[in-house]
C-alpha cells in the first residue's frame, strides 16, 4: 500500500500457515495457502494520549491499518451507549452486568465499524463498485456507506431469508440486489466466484480483514470506560466480530489500557451452531451445518469463513462457546425490552442467552463484571411473541 511509513506499521500474516503477505487492500486471504489473514499494526509507539479527540469509532485511528492519505467514509459509526442492566443483574444475581448497543450505530448493527474502514480504503484506492453476501446487515451497511462514498453496490441474499427490514434498507439506498436459492454460504460462493472474474469489485464481507480491524473498536470502547473486564458474551455467526473484539481488547492490553484479557463466550443458535460443534468436536475444524435453521437471522450461517479466527479468540481468552434454543433467544429478547427498555434484533439476544444458561448451570462466578454485546436494533428484526 502507498506510504513507506504505512508499510513499516503493519504486518499482514496467515493464521493458517504464519507467512506474511505483500499489502494489498484487495487481498483477502493467503496468496500461499488461501487461509484467513490477521492484520497486525503495530500499537507499541501508540497510547491512549495519541486517540483523537472524537466521539467516534475514528477515535482510534492510530491503530487502524491505513495510510495517512486514506479520508474516512463516516455516517458517525461507533461510541455506542455502554448501559448497566441494573434489573437483570439483580434477577441473575451477577455484580455487574453491562450491555454494549451496537444498534446505536447509523444503520442499525455493529458491522458499521467494520463498513466504514473498509469501504474507506477501497474509495482511496480507486474501487468503482463494492460487492457483498448477507443475512441482510452486512448488505444494508455496505449499501449505506456505498452511497456515502458515491459507489455501486451489489448485494447478494439469499431468497427468502433476509428481514424485510435489513432488505429495505438495502432497496433505499439503491443497490442493485441478486438473490440465489439456498443459504448465506451460496450467496457467499457467488461473491467470491464474481470477484475472480472482475478486477474492479471491491469484497466487503467479513473474509475482507481490513473490515474487522474496524470492528475491534467496540473492544477499544468498552476497555476505556471500564479498565477491568471478568466476561463477555457475544453471538456468533460468520465467526468475524468475535475475533475482532478479542483483537481489540488484545491491543488495548499492549497499549496498557486494560491489564488482562476478559473470557470470551461466543454463543450459536442451536440451529446453526457449526462453530460451537466444531469447537466440541476438538476445536480444530468446523462441522458445517448444510441447512442452518434459527429465527435468529443474523446468525443463520452453516458453513462460516472466519471459523479459524473465532476459534482463536476464544482459545486464547480462556473463554467456550455454547448453543441456545430459539425459544431462550426469544425469552431473553422480551427480558431486556421489558425489564431494561433495551430493544435489540433475536440474534443479538443470543448474547443474554447464553449468560442466563451459565448462570443456570452453575458454571459462570456469579461475583464478576460482564458485558454483553447487543449486535443489532430490535426493528431490524421485528418479532412480536
Sequence with gaps: ???????????????????????????????????????????SRISISDFLKIRSMWRYRPVLPMGDFVEPITLGEGATPLIRLRNIERILGIKELYAKIE??????????RGMSLAVSIANSYGYPEFIVASTGNTAASASAYGARAG????????RGYVADGKLFQSILHGARILYVDGS?????????????????LYPLNSINPWRLEGQKTVAYEIAEDLRELDAIFLPVGNGGNIYAVYKGFAEAIKMGIMNRMP?????????????????????????????????????????????LKAFKAVRESKGFFL???????????????????????????????????????????KDQRIVIILTGHS?????AR
Excluded at 448465506?184 to 474492479?200: C, E, G, M, Q, Y
Excluded at 421489558?338 to 442467552?353: H, Q, R
Design 1 to 43: 500500500m502507498r506510504g513507506h511509513d504505512y508499510e513499516e506499521r503493519i504486518t499482514i500474516r496467515c493464521l493458517a500457515c504464519g507467512k506474511e503477505q505483500e499489502l494489498s487492500p484487495r487481498l483477502m486471504v493467503c496468496s500461499y495457502c488461501g487461509g484467513p489473514l490477521e492484520i497486525e499494526p503495530d500499537v
Design 103 to 112: 444498534g446505536a450505530n447509523p444503520t442499525g448493527s455493529f458491522k458499521d
Design 151 to 158: 459507489k455501486r453496490v451489489t448485494v447478494v441474499l439469499p
Design 184 to 200: 448465506f454460504d451460496d450467496a457467499l460462493s457467488k461473491v467470491i466466484d464474481d470477484l475472480s472474474r472482475s478486477s474492479t
Design 263 to 307: 473470557r470470551i463466550f461466543g454463543v450459536q443458535a442451536k440451529g446453526a451452531s457449526p462453530i460451537y460443534t466444531g469447537w466440541n468436536l476438538g476445536g480444530r475444524d468446523l462441522k458445517p451445518v448444510n441447512r442452518p435453521e434459527t429465527i435468529a437471522t443474523a446468525i443463520r450461517i452453516g458453513r462460516p469463513a472466519n471459523w
Design 323 to 365: 448453543s441456545v434454543d430459539d425459544t431462550d433467544i426469544l425469552a431473553s429478547q422480551r427480558m431486556l425490552a421489558k425489564l431494561e427498555g433495551v430493544g435489540c434484533e433475536p440474534a443479538s439476544a443470543a448474547s443474554l442467552a447464553g449468560l442466563i444458561k451459565l448462570v443456570d448451570e452453575g458454571i459462570i462466578d
Design 379 to 383: 426493528l431490524k428484526d421485528p418479532i
